[in-house]
């Protein structure tokens, strides 16, 4: 590396998800598992509103 060269900035965390989007995960996760394809696009939904309104 050049003496020049400004080494990258620390990398930064991500923070944790809300409680809301662990739990539309989680219900979309086991909609997922019992092969449940209606609920599972329904909780995708969920998760779009949930970012659009509260994130």
Same mark, same amino acid.
């Given at each position: 590396? &050049? %003496?020049?060269?400004? &080494? &990258? +900035? +620390?990398?930064?965390?991500? &923070?944790?998800?809300c409680? %809301?989007?662990?739990?539309? @995960? %989680?219900?979309?996760?086991?909609?997922? @598992?019992? #092969?449940d394809?209606?609920?599972?696009? #329904?909780?995708?939904?969920?998760? #779009?509103?949930?970012?659009?309104?509260v994130?």
């Open positions: 590396m &050049p %003496e020049t060269a400004v &080494p &990258p +900035p +620390p990398a930064s965390r991500r &923070p944790a998800p409680a %809301e989007c662990r739990r539309i @995960r %989680e219900a979309y996760y086991a909609a997922s @598992r019992q #092969g394809r209606g609920a599972a696009q #329904g909780w995708i939904v969920a998760m #779009g509103r949930h970012h659009r309104w994130h």
